[in-house]
C-alpha cells in the first residue's frame, strides 16, 4: 500500500472525508429515493394498463434501478455518485487496479450488506484506519479522498 497517498504527508486528501461521505450518502438516498418512486409511479400505470402483469417487474425493476445509478456515475470518469460529487469526494482504487465492471458494483453492493449487518461497526472501523476506509472500501479495495486536493497535486505533479 506504499503507492497510497499517505494522511501524514497529504492531509488535505483525507480532511473531513468520514463527513462529506455521510452527507453524500444522505444525498444519494434523496435521489434513489426519486428514482424509485418515479418507478414506482411508472410501474402502477404499467400494472394497471396490463391489467397487473405490469407489477411482476417491479422487485426486478427497482434493484436495477439502484445498481445502474451506481454503475452510471461510479463508472463514469468521474468516479463518484452524484452525492459524493456534491461533497468533494472520488473514489480510487486502493489495489494498484484499475476501478472498471464488476469494481465498480463490489463497492455499492459490499456498502449495503455491510450497512444491514452492523452500521456502527462499519463506521467505528474507519475511526482506526489511517486513510479512514469503511469496511466496505477495505473489501472492495477502495479508497475515498477529495476531488479538489487530488486534483490539484497531481497537475502540479505533471507540470
Known amino acids: ?7 501524514q504527508s497529504h492531509p488535505e486528501l483525507f480532511q473531513g472525508v468520514l463527513a462529506r461521505r455521510a452527507v453524500a450518502w444522505l444525498i444519494d438516498l434523496v435521489v434513489l429515493g426519486m428514482l424509485v418512486l418515479a418507478l414506482l409511479l ?5 400494472g394497471v394498463v396490463t391489467l397487473g402483469l405490469g407489477f411482476l417487474a417491479l ?7 439502484v445498481l445502474a445509478y451506481y454503475a452510471l456515475t461510479l463508472g463514469s470518469p468521474m ?5 459524493m460529487r456534491a461533497m468533494d469526494i472520488v473514489l480510487t482504487p486502493a489495489r494498484g487496479r484499475p476501478l472498471d465492471g ?3 458494483l463490489i463497492h455499492p453492493l459490499v456498502f449495503w450488506v455491510t450497512v444491514w449487518i452492523s452500521w456502527p461497526i462499519t ?4 475511526l482506526f ?3 479512514r476506509q469503511l469496511v466496505h472500501d477495505l473489501i472492495a ?3 475515498m479522498v477529495r476531488r479538489s486536493p487530488m486534483e490539484r497535486r497531481f497537475r502540479y505533479a505533471d507540470a
Not at 468516479?79 to 452525492?83: D, F, I, N, Q, Y
Not at 463506521?123 to 474507519?126: G, K, L, S, T
Request: hydrophobic share 55%; charged share 10%; glycine share 10%.
Open 79 to 83: 468516479r463518484a455518485t452524484l452525492g
Open 102 to 104: 464488476w469494481a465498480i
Open 1 to 7: 500500500m506504499s503507492y497510497l497517498p499517505d494522511p
Open 129 to 131: 484506519t489511517p486513510r
Open 123 to 126: 463506521v467505528a472501523i474507519a
Open 141 to 143: 479495495g477502495t479508497l
Open 59 to 65: 422487485p426486478i425493476a427497482v434493484p436495477v434501478a
Open 42 to 46: 411508472g410501474g402502477l400505470v404499467f
